[in-house]
Nanobody, 124 residues
């Protein structure tokens, strides 16, 4: 009943910028951590950036100073602003969120949810 829908991927030249968005919808009580992962062909999925419900952030070393993660709690949305893109940033980007929901007995439970992925291609 919870969905994460991503948007904003595409093709950009090296040095360019893209902004990814991921909106959560459905039976949501609250959202804990949100994050962006990426997976390039032949590589494992890796964490790019994460943000807590309180706004604390952490980044993969190679994107520090170039990428910025933010969230709009009122809209249940997380963003990834990507500047100074490099060819090695090419990958499918996935958003992830730890979402708290209420069971039929009004108990709080949480689960991790994933978006469908959006392709980011950086050309040289």
């Amino acid at each position: 009943q919870v969905q994460l829908v991503e948007s904003g991927g595409g093709l950009v030249q090296a040095g360019g910028s893209l902004r990814l968005s991921c909106a959560a919808s459905g039976s949501i009580f609250s959202i804990n951590d949100m994050g962006w992962y990426r997976q390039a062909p032949g590589h494992q999925r890796e964490l790019v950036a994460a943000i807590t419900s309180g706004g604390s952030t952490n980044y993969k070393d190679s994107v520090k100073g170039r990428f910025t993660i933010s969230r709009d709690s009122a809209k249940n949305t997380v963003y990834l602003q990507m500047n100074s893109l490099k060819t090695e940033d090419t990958a499918v980007y996935y958003c992830n969120a730890n979402i708290v929901y209420l069971t039929g007995s009004l108990l709080r439970r949480s689960s991790d949810y994933w978006g469908q992925g959006t392709q980011v291609t950086v050309s040289s």
